[in-house]
Every structure is written in C-alpha cells, then in structure tokens.
C-alpha cells in the first residue's frame, strides 16, 4: 500500500521540486503526493486542496477533507512561510504592526494549529507504520540577515520540534525540521539579496537548490527513520557562516554603524 504525502505549501519551487522527488525512480511505486495551498501549481498531476493557512475554518476545514478522504496520509510538510517586512538594518523602525501581525500569522500560529491538527490526524494507525510531521524553516532562525521579525517566527517554529517530538514521539510519529538555506529562485531573485557575495560566504561555496532542499526534506520522510526531534540544516554551510548580512547591508550601502538618523546618537 501506497503512503501518502501531505505537503502544504506544495505550489512554491521547493514544493514543487518535493512532488517530482517522490515521482522518481522507486519512490513513485512507494508515495502518494498531495498538495494543500492557497493556489493551484500550474503543472502538476497531484492532488490538490485549496486551502489559506491564515484562516482558522479553512485550516479546520482542510483537515475535515482529509479525514473523510479514502486517502491515508502518513506523512505531513509544512512548507509555507513568506516574509512581509523589508530587509535590512532600518526593518526595526519601518516595519508596522500590522506587518508584524501578517507575518506571525502566516509563519507561526497558522502553521503551528495546522501541525497540531495534522498531528493528532497521525496518532491513530496500526502497529509498526511509519509517521512523520515535518516542519520547514529557515537559517533566519539561527543568522543574523536583518529580517528580524520573520527570523523570530522562524526561530518559533524550530522551538516547537522538541516538544512535539517528546508529546507525538510516544505514539510513534516522528517530529523533526529542516532549516534551508538561502535558495536561488525566480522569485528571491527579486528580492533584495547579494547572491554572488552569498555564494562565497557559504562554506560549500554555492547555494541550496530546489531540488537539493526536496531531496533532504524527502531523506527524513523516507530514510531518516531513527530520527526524531531533529533540525537538519539544509543551508551549503551558509549558517557555519553568520557574516552574511554583512555582505548584504554593505551592497545597499548600511554598515553596522549606520542605521537611522534620528537613532544615530545613541549608536555604541
């Protein structure tokens, strides 16, 4: 019988990049994919659950989905995250509360009551079966990048591995995070982001990809069996590394004693 996977957030490049790891090779006769997103992938022959993870009923509502399916799902990813405030050393000041608030939102209570409904989804199976919650991150949690409110909800989403892993541990479902990396996209290539001075900080000297955060994601799904509990850091050693930011506020001309005029006096 064919284990299926849940992935939320399945419509972006990672998760896109997941849903074409489980179609290879010996991996297609062993998993099932479904997708639940806010939109639809353009190409994909996945199941797919439209789904807003900022809205409690449409969250509740998606799992209602699930249960009554003839669908088994084994496996849960979370992989929506999305940043709302503007890099750099002025994010402190003009950031606004309302940012603040999309951002824990989306990054934190959304994807924290979806693992908890996903989670209790997963206790009841049959001896021996394998469950798995994985929850994806990011290096902001742990290196300094000048996003400090996304790094903080991020920083939330590692904290709650452990304690899931010690409360859903027990019944047999493994808990455990991967932390990624800066990753070189169509989109975050429009971001504010020095990816040459990146690249040279990263002790592999070259980025995470797509397909290379998917195969680490589908490692602890599939392989990592004896894993729980755990944040696998996904980043090509950008993270052994904590200058990065540097490289970033000096391309936009910031240095770390630089910032806001108004605040310049009080700068140590």
Do not use: W
């Not at 090779?25 to 099932?32: F, L, S, T």
């Not at 930011?245 to 310049?264: A, H, I, N, V, W």
Request: glycine share 8%.
């Amino acid at each position: 019988m064919k284990e299926t996977v849940l992935i939320a957030g399945g419509s972006g490049y990672v998760g896109q990049a997941l849903c074409k790891s489980f179609a290879e090779g010996a991996y297609k006769d062993r998993y099932d994919v479904i997708i639940a997103d806010i939109k639809r992938p353009e190409s994909n022959e996945n199941r797919f659950y439209k789904f807003d993870i900022t809205k409690r009923k449409s969250v509740e509502r998606l799992v209602k989905k699930i249960k009554k399916s003839k669908d088994r799902v084994f496996h849960f990813v979370n992989l929506i995250g999305a940043m709302f405030e503007k890099q750099g050393l002025t994010s402190m000041e003009n950031t606004s509360y309302n940012q603040i608030c999309d951002t824990i939102n989306l990054n934190v209570t959304g994807a924290l009551y979806l693992a908890k409904l996903m989670g209790e989804y997963l206790i009841p199976h049959e001896k021996g079966e394998d469950r798995s919650l994985t929850m994806v991150s990011s290096i902001n949690a742990r290196v300094g990048l000048s996003i400090p409110f996304y790094s903080a909800a991020k920083a939330a989403i590692e904290g709650y591995v452990k304690p899931a892993t010690l409360d859903l541990g027990r019944y047999g479902v493994r808990v455990n995070g991967a932390s990624l990396g800066t990753i070189q996209t169509e989109e975050t290539l429009k971001q504010q982001k020095n990816f040459v001075e990146r690249e040279k900080s990263a002790a592999l000297r070259r980025l995470t990809t797509p397909e290379g955060a998917a195969k680490s994601i589908r490692a602890l799904i599939n392989d990592l069996k004896c894993t729980a509990g755990h944040i696998l850091v996904v980043d090509c050693g950008q993270s052994a590394n904590g200058s990065q930011s540097l490289f970033d506020q000096t391309r936009r001309g910031e240095t770390p004693s630089s910032g806001p005029e108004k605040y310049k006096k009080y700068m140590l």
